[in-house]
């Protein structure tokens, strides 16, 4: 800006400098970064029913799956209705109404009925990341089954039937990438316990159903925090495993499924029998026969 002074002497230049915008703008508009499934390492669960626990967690990611495509295929006379209702495509639940094809659809936040809102807002975020940076299709979390592989081939993606569960490791990939936690971990333990190099899943992420856990997951879960949110049939189970004192170290899936219940007559002759064999006294040594000496020559 110029001044128009009485002499040139007095003639004075004010530069007014470009304001920086904020850096909460540039993050919100800034392109994310290309990201390769393939090059990413994948994080570590550090619970010992690692295996059971994503299993749980990968079949709350298929209902998900099954509500987008669900929504995908209606006509819009049931997605008018189903928005009067406060549904939106994101995840199952029901917020506030809208109008379909006039507002435009609202920020995913279901009423908390069933105590499960943190897990299904959650996994939607995991959903829109493999979907928009991984280019994951919705297919790709679908089971093995006839079904899942046409949709995997009309989408043309990899088909990974015969491959075992892939997508347990491609969860731990996402958790690597999303959180930026090297670490996970399904349990929910005090916040003095709390490692900064552990993600932890929403409480009850791995229960949200009752007959998939099992009694080993519940009952290390109930082992960290025995208020953690599952179902009463999954607690129930939890607690008859942790009351036989079995110690975490030492339970298996099979050892907690198979053994019978405190009083019951296996566990009885069980019981009787470890006394039995801890009364019998040790097996005898045999003595060590020594080798004669050599007779002495005349």
Known sequence: VLF?????????NFIIFQKRPAAAMVQRFERPDVVS???????VCID?????LLSCYVVKINETVKWRNGWDKMSQVKLTDRASNGQVRDGPGEGEPWEYGVDPSPRYYPVDKSGNREVDLQVAELLDYSVNILNLPLSSWRND?????????SDKFYDTTGFGDVRRAVVLKIVRALYEKPKCSFTTPLDLYKRDDVYYFPD????????????YMAGYILAINANSRMHDASRKKGQN?????????????ATVETS??????????SSTTTTAVAAMPP???PPVKKRPAAAKRQ
Request: aromatic fraction near 2%; proline fraction near 7%.
């Open 260 to 269: 019978a219940p405190m009083g019951s007559a296996s566990a009885s002759s």
């Open 4 to 12: 128009r002074a009485a002499s040139g002497k007095e003639l004075v």
């Open 204 to 215: 009850g992420a791995a229960f949200t159903r009752s007959e998939k856990p099992t009694a």
């Open 37 to 43: 499934l393939l090059n990413l390492t994948g994080a």
């Open 241 to 253: 495993s942790v009351n036989r004192g079995f110690a975490l170290r030492d339970m298996t899936p």
């Open 145 to 153: 089954s006839e079904e899942g592989s046409q949709a995997r081939a």
């Open 283 to 285: 097996p005898a040594v």
């Open 48 to 52: 010992p029913a690692e295996e059971q």
